[in-house]
């Protein structure tokens, strides 16, 4: 019978978020029992967190796993788990450093940032994600009776109910060999000074429909235009073509925002762009009317950008 | 130092609305373009080589559909500056997933002798799963998302984007396989009278018999994970559109604005 298990990510002292949601998606899957992996140093505590969402919890204690080193992890894993596990994980940059490599030891399949699990037929897991940069959905089917490797997107599962208790089981004696020809280093935070958008009322936002760097200008007369409330950001494109500082990038890999109004234009709406930003309302300006910003944004203008901002910043002007 | 690149022609999505022919993609209607990620992947190998010393390997893995596609991707990394092309093509490779991807390539890894393995960090199906599943094949340290390297005689200093801005610094031994991010150079300009420098050298082609695999273990046969088709998710609430003129959008947006803070 399949095993599920959920991998929980923990950070000084406390589980993420996404645990609870790891845990319904496995009850998704028909799971009657899932249990709960956490590793790391020093770790009691967390693991009884973790009880609060999972029958059971597997406690990995060892100095090696202080630091969340995919590589160690993963070694860690393979020990201690079944050949057939399924392993939930939520997607980010520690499950795509993980979940690749584990699923090829593991010899199972490998399902990376599912939107959405429809259930088990046999056993083939029936499920939905997207594909080209979230532009189009796909139904996706996996043969789990060998086990499988499945990374869930943030936010896409509805967070189970807690109050489960389950019991803690040290798992730590079977954790093998730890070594690994990766060594974490350190952490080095983002460079500080210069703009700072997350004190921003009102965000004048631009990505790739901005299409030329001397665009960029007209997000700028935009801003002057409103005034000192406002700021310019971006997403990720802009700033891996330096057109505008990483300061201004928003998105799981930038900062996070919380304006009054967050005026989208020329963004996709990726999913990592949008869990950056936490907060007012959102304005979407795109002239693609399938673009995803339409579904999470509160107003929606179908429009390119490159016209609209011109005749918006005179409009403001004139008042 | 050797260093081999995995890139991949994929369709050019761009701003544009993606037309569906009833459940598949309308193939018609797409241009191709290399994986943006691979770019930036070529550019840094072609900087270490420059630093180090070395050579510059890129390959891809199609079948007879996309050898076109898979030949002008290869030409335009080469016109970048990679000084070797490897097209591994076969009709058994059709509809691999990522591990028959992986696998597709380690049979390439197999016949070379690389130091280095770069991917793109994902391509157009956002799985980003060949570069660790290729890692764990050969038993080789992975790193995933990288936007910083430094390298050293025997091993390198890697950064890895990780959440909030933050990079997460690594020592990692070589041979070793990292996948690349966005953003970690400025991927150089190819022009025409590149790729035509370029469109006369032989790039030598393999086949599965050629890379000593197993057929069932990669292709349609060979996937645990199959996709069954495409879509266009209906659309839910959503945004409430904001219709009219050019004039009367532009008030109604100063209006709400205005009235949530905005102006």
Wanted: charged share 25%; proline share 3%; net charge negative.
């Amino acid at each position: 019978m399949t095993q599920y298990f959920a991998y929980i990510q923990h950070a000084k002292g406390e589980i993420e978020d996404t645990a609870a949601e790891l845990a319904a998606a496995a009850k998704a899957m028909g799971a009657d029992s899932v249990t709960a992996v956490v590793t790391g140093s020093g770790i009691d505590d967390v693991a009884g967190k973790a009880g609060e969402f999972f029958n059971e919890v597997y406690k990995i204690d060892n100095e090696a796993l202080a630091y969340p080193n995919a590589e160690v992890v993963r070694k860690a894993l393979v020990s201690v788990l079944p050949d057939d596990a399924v392993v939930l994980l939520s997607h980010g940059t520690f499950a795509m450093d993980l979940g690749p490599g584990l699923s090829v030891k593991q010899d199972s399949a490998y399902l990376a940032d599912i939107t959405a699990i429809e259930g088990v037929e046999g056993t083939v897991l029936k499920t939905v994600r997207t594909e080209l940069g979230g532009s189009v959905s796909t139904h996706v089917d996996a043969d789990i009776a060998g086990g499988a490797v499945i990374t869930l997107r943030p936010g896409a599962n509805e967070p189970a109910a807690g109050g489960v208790g389950g019991t803690v089981t040290d798992k730590s004696g079977d954790a093998g060999d730890l070594s690994a020809k990766r060594k974490f280093v350190e952490v080095v935070a983002p460079e500080a000074g210069g703009v700072d958008i997350t004190k921003a009322e009102m965000l004048v936002s631009i990505g790739r429909g901005i299409e030329d760097e001397d665009n960029i200008e007209m997000a700028m007369e935009l801003k002057e235009a409103i005034g000192s409330k406002a700021e310019v950001s971006c997403s990720r494109p802009i700033c891996d073509a330096k057109w505008l500082e990483a300061a201004r990038q928003v998105g799981t890999s930038g900062q996070t925002v919380k304006p009054n109004v967050y005026l989208a234009l020329g963004i996709s709406g990726s999913f990592q762009h949008m869990g950056g930003v936490k907060g007012g309302i959102i304005i979407g300006v795109n002239k693609n009317p399938n673009a995803p910003i339409f579904q999470v944004a509160d107003y929606g203008i179908e429009a390119d950008i490159l016209e609209f901002i011109p005749a918006l910043t005179e409009k403001i002007n004139s008042l | 130092m050797e260093i081999l690149v995995c890139v991949k022609s994929v369709p050019d999505t761009g701003e544009e609305e993606i037309e569906l022919d009833g459940n598949d993609l309308d193939y018609d209607e797409l241009t191709y373009v290399v994986n943006e990620w691979d770019n930036y992947a070529v550019e840094e190998a072609i900087q270490i080589a420059d630093k180090v010393g070395g050579n510059v390997t890129v390959v891809t893995v199609g079948d007879e559909e996309n050898e076109d596609e898979c030949d002008e991707v290869l030409r335009r990394e080469m016109a970048m500056g990679a000084g070797n092309a490897v097209h591994l093509m076969d009709e058994a490779f059709e509809k691999s997933d990522a591990r028959g991807v992986a696998t597709i390539l380690k049979g390439a890894v197999d016949k070379g002798k690389y130091d280095l393995i770069l991917t793109g960090a994902q391509a157009d199906a956002g799985y980003g799963a060949v570069g660790g599943m290729l890692a764990a094949m050969l038993d080789y340290p992975y790193a995933s998302l990288v936007n910083k390297i430094e390298a050293a005689e025997g091993k390198m200093t890697v950064g890895r984007e990780i959440e909030g801005g933050n990079t997460e610094m690594n020592e990692i031994e070589l041979p070793c396989v990292l996948s690349i991010q966005t953003g970690i150079n400025e991927p150089r300009y190819v022009g025409i009278k590149g790729i035509r420098q370029v469109s006369g050298v032989d790039v030598p082609q393999y086949g599965a018999e050629d890379l000593g695999l197993d057929e069932s273990s990669v292709g349609e046969g060979g996937a645990k994970v199959k996709r069954q088709d495409y879509f266009i998710p209906e659309a839910g609430e959503g945004a409430e559109m904001i219709e009219g003129s050019d004039d009367e959008v532009i008030d109604k947006l100063i209006e709400i604005l205005k009235a949530n803070g905005g102006l």
